[in-house]
Nanobody
Framework: QVQLVESGGGLVQPGGSLRLSCAAS????????MGWYRQAPGKKRELVAV???????NYNDSVKGRFTISRDNAKNTVYLTLNSLKPEDTAVYYC???????????WGQGTQVTVSS
């Protein structure tokens, strides 16, 4: 059974930092493209950052230079480091695992990030 479990969300002041983690089980983690998405109230879910099985990364323009995605294949975990947080970063952040060229696509349950003073 595939599981993606996010952690690390919370309440932080503008300008602050957080690190989100997503631990995967039930998949050959190293083969999967891993991504972080977010959904704010009343808005569509959007891609935040993605990291390929080979370590290539891509970011939403709104987070470039502030957020960093990384992965540790030995720990079956993907991370999202969020710096210089803004109120507009407030959302539920979801972890995604996708095997390129297949139908295998999995989601975590989400973790809330709230940026407020």
């Amino acid at each position: 059974q595939v599981q993606l479990v996010e952690s690390g969300g919370g309440l932080v002041q503008p300008g602050g930092s957080l690190r989100l983690s997503c631990a995967a089980s039930g998949v050959i983690f190293s083969a999967y493209t891993m991504g972080w998405y977010r959904q704010a109230p009343g808005k569509k879910r959007e891609l935040v950052a993605v990291i390929s099985s080979g370590g290539m990364t891509n970011y939403n323009d709104s987070v470039k230079g502030r957020f960093t995605i990384s992965r540790d294949n030995a720990k079956n975990t993907v991370y999202l480091t969020l710096n210089s947080l803004k109120p507009e970063d407030t959302a539920v952040y979801y972890c995604n695992a996708h095997l390129i060229g297949s139908v295998y696509d999995y989601w975590g349950q989400g973790t809330q990030v709230t940026v407020s003073s």
